[in-house]
């Protein structure tokens, strides 16, 4: 059999769920998508003990009990409401996007970086409605695509970059020679978008985040040095159910004089002193329950230095 029985259940769940919540209103699906993560939280408990844990862990004594809880449902909930409206995507107008959505004014320079027919990286992460900063961009005319690596259940992944490349945010799937490929769109006016907090499988770049030390995937930040362009940081943030804030920051400028890890680093670490500010402000926003917990050491097997190609 091509695909097992298990994933075939999975592609049937995930398309009839799909099914109904494109066909609902927006905030109709949210209330699904509210009602399965209370049960997820309250009931199920899912990795709700490791989420308050790890917000005691960067905050210390400065949330009571009863807050660590509130911020821990409110990034679990967001999470959710994040699935809920990357499946909507396909359903997702270019109206409704500008409405929902509002966009600093620094989109403007976003705008006129990609008219002068370069490309960049747009530095992101799981802060409040993350599919949503893409979408904004994509409706503001920036070209984007991402980098995936392909998941076990085939027919799932195939399904939900269906749904992304419908809204024009094409998927490139880690290969061999990704590399050369980001280059190359890089160079031709594209955007890459990336999710840049996500802990490195290999020992890669050590940045100061929360606190602490975080072992972090060097792939931004060589692709920015390597492409000769600019990271812009884009953080947004859920404001009740449906209203999305994001905010694109100044761009962070490679230097091409500079040693290419020492600038990967520099770069890196200017996103994630944006990211730290934003999760010390809106610790909700950001999603706790990830399950590489970006603190945690590396594994011997793990620990294996890996270029940025493979």
Same mark, same amino acid.
């Given at each position: 059999?091509?695909?097992?029985?298990?994933?075939?259940?999975?592609?049937?769940? @995930?398309?009839?769920?799909?099914?109904?919540?494109?066909?609902?209103?927006?905030?109709?699906?949210?209330?699904?998508?509210?009602?399965?993560?209370?049960? +997820?939280?309250?009931?199920?408990?899912?990795?709700?003990?490791?989420?308050? +844990?790890?917000?005691?862990?960067?905050?210390?004594?400065?949330?009571?009990? =009863?807050?660590?809880?509130?911020?821990?449902?409110?990034? #679990?909930?967001?999470?959710?409401?994040?699935?809920?409206?990357?499946?909507?995507?396909?359903?997702?107008?270019?109206? &409704?996007?500008?409405?929902? !959505?509002?966009?600093?004014?620094? %989109? !403007?320079?976003?705008?006129? &970086? @990609?008219?002068? =027919?370069? =490309?960049?990286?747009?530095?992101?992460? $799981?802060?409040?409605? #993350?599919?949503?900063?893409?979408?904004?961009?994509? *409706?503001?005319?920036?070209?984007?695509?991402?980098?995936?690596?392909?998941?076990?259940?085939?027919?799932?992944?195939?399904?939900?970059?269906?749904?992304?490349?419908?809204?024009?945010?094409?998927?490139?799937?880690?290969?061999?020679? *990704?590399?050369?490929?980001?280059?190359?769109?890089?160079?031709?006016?594209?955007?890459?978008? %990336?999710?840049?907090?996500?802990?490195?499988?290999?020992?890669?770049?050590?940045?100061?985040?929360?606190?602490?030390?975080?072992? @972090?995937?060097? =792939?931004?930040?060589?692709?920015? $040095?390597?492409?000769?362009?600019?990271?812009?940081? *884009?953080? %947004?943030?859920?404001?009740?159910?449906?209203?999305?804030?994001?905010?694109?920051?100044?761009?962070?400028?490679?230097?091409?004089?500079?040693?290419?890890?020492?600038?990967?680093?520099?770069?890196?670490?200017?996103?994630?002193?944006?990211?730290?500010?934003? !999760?010390?402000?809106?610790?909700?926003? &950001?999603?706790?329950?990830?399950?590489?917990? %970006?603190?945690?050491?590396?594994?011997?097997?793990?620990?294996?230095?890996?270029?940025?190609?493979?």
């Amino acid at each position: 059999m091509k695909y097992s029985l298990k994933h075939i259940l999975e592609y049937v769940l @995930v398309r009839l769920a799909a099914a109904l919540l494109r066909r609902l209103p927006y905030r109709a699906a949210l209330f699904l998508g509210w009602c399965a993560a209370g049960i +997820g939280f309250y009931i199920v408990r899912y990795r709700v003990r490791e989420a308050q +844990g790890r917000i005691r862990e960067v905050f210390g004594a400065r949330f009571s009990k =009863g807050e660590i809880r509130r911020i821990a449902w409110i990034s #679990w909930r967001n999470f959710i409401f994040t699935v809920v409206e990357a499946i909507r995507l396909p359903v997702s107008s270019r109206a &409704w996007a500008l409405k929902a !959505v509002k966009i600093n004014p620094l %989109i !403007v320079r976003m705008q006129e &970086w @990609v008219r002068s =027919g370069r =490309g960049g990286i747009i530095a992101t992460a $799981h802060m409040g409605a #993350w599919e949503l900063a893409a979408l904004a961009c994509l *409706v503001h005319d920036i070209p984007l695509f991402s980098l995936a690596a392909a998941q076990k259940n085939k027919l799932v992944d195939e399904f939900y970059n269906r749904a992304r490349a419908g809204t024009g945010f094409e998927t490139v799937l880690r290969s061999a020679s *990704v590399l050369k490929t980001i280059l190359r769109k890089i160079k031709t006016g594209r955007m890459l978008a %990336i999710l840049s907090d996500v802990r490195g499988k290999t020992d890669a770049l050590p940045v100061k985040f929360l606190g602490k030390t975080a072992n @972090v995937a060097e =792939g931004m930040g060589f692709i920015a $040095h390597q492409a000769d362009a600019p990271v812009f940081p *884009v953080m %947004i943030s859920r404001i009740g159910w449906g209203e999305h804030h994001c905010r694109i920051y100044e761009p962070i400028f490679p230097d091409p004089h500079a040693e290419k890890r020492t600038d990967a680093l520099r770069i890196t670490q200017a996103v994630f002193d944006i990211l730290t500010a934003c !999760v010390r402000n809106e610790p909700e926003q &950001w999603f706790w329950f990830n399950k590489r917990w %970006i603190f945690d050491p590396l594994a011997k097997t793990e620990n294996k230095r890996q270029s940025p190609e493979a």
